[in-house]
């Protein structure tokens, strides 16, 4: 790109420049990223291997924990790498990749979620036609377009943000190359390209949230008639989990794309980075396994089985 000759490298500032405390966020990260791996990882293996969980509703949640994994991915590990050999710079290519990437899972995040509320309202609105509905087949064509449709999305977003010229600085006041954060360094006249991007992804969002936002009121309005306490409970059980991971996820994004960007770093900033881009992947494996008897059942046979053949 042509800007390329201005900028050749960003520094990113992270949470300190004190070697102690850089050490300190370092394995705090550490250990953030580890348990994330680790607890979707297992999901994955859980479902994978137990023949009853082969159901549309963890195949998506499969899916879901492949995505947090990649999402927490693009930007943990190169800030990790930077406290570790205590360094701030990330290469041009490097952070057009972190938003490319970012960006891609962010969206194909938001659009299975949206999928799984489309599978929750059928299970429970419309259970007679719920094996028709969702076979096999349209699951997949179902993920798959979560995972392709915004491939497209993420190319325009970051050629959009990288066409710019950054000339101003380069030192982004975040641990991951932000786009907002990025908008703050251009000296193009960005108004419009700011204005169509953040107004597209505000659209593509809003439409995401109201499409769950409507399934989850008709499936509380029939959910809230069923005369037995435990199957209410039951049907909250596994929406609600969803509508937290939702609720978060949209409303920390919006409010980090949509605030005015300081022209200072501020704490806040930092604070609403973590909670939409490493807190949503760390809290999937503890809200869906922790909170389903299902997967921990299968958890537990699975960890059985596997020392009794070791016995042997």
Not at 4 to 11: A, H, K
Not at 146 to 170: D, E, Q, R, V
Not at 276 to 302: E, G
């Amino acid at each position: 790109m042509s800007n390329q000759s201005t900028v050749t490298e960003f520094l990113l500032l992270g949470f300190s420049s004190t070697p102690e405390l850089q050490i300190f966020h370092f394995m705090v990260f550490l250990v953030i990223y580890l348990a994330t791996v680790v607890g979707n990882f297992l999901i994955i293996v859980v479902i994978a291997f137990s023949n009853h969980l082969h159901t549309p509703m963890y195949f998506f949640l499969m899916n879901l924990s492949v995505l947090d994994i990649s999402t927490i991915s693009v930007t943990l590990p190169k800030s990790m790498a930077n406290y570790l050999f205590n360094t701030t710079s990330i290469s041009y290519s490097g952070c057009v990749a972190q938003v490319l990437f970012f960006h891609v899972f962010g969206a194909a995040d938001l659009a299975l979620l949206t999928v799984m509320a489309y599978d929750r309202y059928i299970a429970i609105c419309k259970p007679l036609h719920y094996k028709t509905l969702m076979k096999g087949t349209t699951c997949i064509h179902m993920a798959a377009s979560a995972w392709l449709s915004c491939i497209p999305y993420s190319a325009l977003h970051t050629g959009n943000i990288f066409h710019l010229s950054f000339c101003k600085s380069n030192i982004i006041d975040q641990f991951f190359c932000e786009v907002p954060q990025l908008l703050k360094l251009s000296c193009s006249d960005s108004y419009f390209c700011d204005a169509g991007v953040l107004a597209f992804s505000f659209l593509l969002a809003t439409f995401c949230f109201v499409f769950i936002s409507m399934s989850y009121i008709q499936i509380f309005t029939v959910v809230l008639r069923i005369p037995a306490k435990e199957q209410r409970h039951k049907a909250f059980s596994t929406c609600i989990p969803h509508l937290i991971v939702v609720s978060l996820f949209v409303s920390t994004g919006s409010f980090a794309y949509l605030k005015p960007v300081s022209s200072s770093s501020s704490a806040l900033d930092f604070i609403v980075s973590l909670l939409y881009s490493v807190l949503p992947p760390v809290i999937n494996p503890v809200i869906y396994a922790m909170k389903n008897n299902d997967i921990k059942t299968a958890m537990r046979k699975l960890t059985v089985h596997r020392v009794l053949c070791r016995d042997k």
